[in-house]
């Protein structure tokens, strides 16, 4: 583990709270035992919004509490089997278990030198793979805690999810939970992806998402009735967003988060008119077009595939 003084160099410079910041370092021991089993070679991809922190947004983006990744084989046993590397494990002097384990999810319970690790954190693996080829990533630099993991280990590159699928990703799960943390995420990501183009891909992707949420992956969700009310909500209807201050996050003006994403995101509201195979299917969710859906994310994963973002 690294020195208490590296810690509170590293937590001076995020001026974040014991807990958060001791979670932020102990990420990093669990990601590193994943990359030292060889999970990350054919099986995980890093997705969420703790990959956004360290491998695109870097300082500049929130804590977040949770490790999410995906399948990247056909095989739903290896959600049991990634969970149980996670099961009882250690690196260094750095204790990893679960608790409350519940078919892809479960509860982290990490000890340190520095003490345990009190902030409540998930770790989830989804059984569905990605749709876009991932993006082997290198690690944004934080200085004091690359200086301070350095005697035991590098921080790596590692499989990330495609950004314009994460964002698609990121627009369906704010459709279904109003999660501040996903509004922040959004909006970070449109200005990393400033190319033209991108940004009615990724709306046309999160259609496409959103029916898969609510027909193939049973996801508490609704269909997308009216793209225009994604981030047409009112400040109110929007969760967490008192956390977004404890996970020092750069703007908290929810009412900010939200214009600027109906901006960046404009091309979702005008969805029927631009794609209105993808808006008809999106709007219905329902299992009968299951077949075209199927063609009509084929069509668009082959055409973006191409260029990896």
């Known amino acids: 583990m690294?020195?208490?003084g590296?810690?509170?160099r590293h937590q001076q410079t995020l001026r974040g709270a014991d807990d958060v910041v001791l979670l932020d370092v102990a990420q990093e021991?669990?990601?590193?035992?994943?990359?030292r089993e060889g999970l990350f070679d054919s099986t995980?991809?890093?997705k969420g919004g703790t990959a956004l922190r360290k491998f695109v947004f870097g300082a500049e983006g929130r804590f977040s509490v949770d490790l999410d990744f995906g399948l990247l084989s056909?095989?739903?046993?290896?959600?049991?089997?990634?969970?149980?590397?996670?099961?009882?494990?250690?690196?260094?002097?750095?204790?990893?278990?679960?608790?409350?384990?519940?078919?892809?999810?479960?509860?982290?319970?990490?000890?340190?030198?520095?003490?345990?690790?009190?902030?409540?954190?998930?770790?989830?693996?989804?059984?569905?793979?990605?749709?876009?080829?991932?993006?082997?990533?290198?690690?944004?630099?934080f200085e004091h805690l690359d200086k301070g993991l350095a005697p035991e280990f590098t921080r790596a590159s590692l499989p990330v999810l495609d950004l314009r699928e994460m964002a698609a990703e990121k627009i369906a799960a704010?459709?279904?939970?109003?999660?501040?943390?996903?509004?922040?995420d959004l909006e970070h990501l449109a200005r990393v992806m400033q190319t033209?183009?991108?940004?009615?891909?990724?709306?046309?992707?999160?259609?496409?998402?959103i029916y898969a949420d609510v027909v193939e992956e049973d996801i508490e969700s609704r269909p997308l009735t009216n793209p225009a009310a994604v981030f047409g909500c009112a400040p109110a209807d929007v969760r967490g967003a008192e956390d977004l201050g404890t996970f020092r996050a750069s703007e908290t003006d929810v009412q900010q988060l939200l214009a600027s994403c109906r901006q960046r995101y404009a091309p979702l509201t005008a969805l029927a008119e631009r794609s209105p195979q993808i808006a008809?299917?999106?709007a219905r969710c329902s299992r009968g077009d299951l077949r075209q859906v199927m063609h009509v994310r084929q069509t668009l994963v082959d055409r973006l595939s191409g260029v990896s973002l």
């Open 29 to 35: 021991y669990v990601l590193e035992h994943l990359r």
């Open 44 to 46: 995980l991809v890093f």
């Open 196 to 209: 033209a183009g991108v940004v009615a891909d990724i709306c046309d992707l999160a259609a496409v998402k």
């Open 280 to 282: 008809g299917v999106a």
């Open 2 to 4: 690294i020195t208490l």
């Open 174 to 184: 704010f459709w279904r939970r109003r999660h501040a943390r996903d509004l922040y």
């Open 6 to 8: 590296y810690f509170r």
């Open 74 to 141: 056909d095989d739903s046993a290896d959600v049991d089997l990634a969970l149980e590397y996670l099961t009882d494990a250690a690196l260094h002097d750095v204790r990893i278990a679960l608790r409350e384990r519940d078919r892809s999810n479960a509860t982290l319970d990490i000890d340190t030198s520095l003490g345990h690790v009190d902030r409540p954190a998930r770790v989830s693996v989804r059984p569905q793979r990605p749709w876009l080829p991932t993006v082997l990533r290198p690690p944004k630099p």
